[in-house]
T-cell receptor, first 112, second 114 residues
């Protein structure tokens, strides 16, 4: 079964605005990861947040994790056209913990 | 560049052809993965190799045959594929086969089966 689910499926905003994407998951995790994928390319790792962390920053990215609600959010501040991409959350599957399970992603479009 | 390369980047093959996809990582990692990404579907894990040993086969049809000769190289041999196998095939690596680590992806091979 799918572990992480992103919301919304698609988001379109103006350049300079902030973009927020959410991820919900079902089972206990020790970390949650966010990835970006430009169209037809490989995924790029953005941030890993551990279960004992509540918030993490990397440049214009801010990730929060609420383990009580089994949810995470990715905030991109001051968006740029180059941020146009799909964003995925990934969590380790409890059984067979070698695996990361990816959600279906949020397609983000930044309009100039 | 993520340190993971894949060749070819694009491949068109007929259903009776045999072809191979190649992945190489220059990161000193011990785990390598094959994923399939189809339109409107989540990323599907196909195979996991950890220290050259296959540790996961996610119910992948036998027309896909992986090979991992060493920790830096991973192949996916393709034979008698179906049109529904058309997808983006992604290779990834990580320090070890554990969900505790981030994965580094190659650019993918866009496969079209005619």
């Amino acid at each position: 079964s799918q572990q992480g689910e992103e919301d919304p499926q698609a988001l379109s905003i103006q350049e300079g605005e902030n973009a927020t994407m959410n991820c919900s998951y079902k089972t206990s995790i020790n970390n949650l990861q966010w990835y970006r994928q430009n169209s037809g390319r490989g995924l790029v790792h953005l941030i890993l947040i551990r279960s004992n962390e509540r918030e993490k920053h990397s440049g214009r990215l801010r990730v929060t994790l609420d383990t009580s609600k089994k949810s995470s959010s990715l905030l991109i501040t001051a968006s740029r056209a180059a941020d146009t991409a799909s964003y995925f959350c990934a969590t380790p599957r409890v059984q067979g913990a070698q695996k990361l399970v990816f959600g279906q992603g949020t397609r983000l479009t930044i309009n100039p | 560049e993520t340190g993971v390369t894949q060749t070819p980047r694009h491949l068109v093959m007929g259903m009776t052809n045999k072809k191979s996809l190649k992945c190489e990582q220059h990161l000193g990692h011990n785990a390598m993965y094959w994923y399939k990404q189809s339109a409107k579907k989540p990323l599907e894990l196909m195979f996991v190799y950890n220290f050259k040993e296959q540790t996961e086969n996610n119910s992948v049809p036998s027309r896909f045959s992986p090979e991992c000769p060493n920790s830096s190289h991973l192949f996916l041999h393709l034979h008698t594929l179906q049109p529904e196998d058309s997808a983006l095939y992604l290779c990834a690596s990580s320090p070890a086969a554990s969900g505790r680590y981030e994965q580094y992806f190659g650019p993918g091979t866009r496969l079209t089966v005619t």
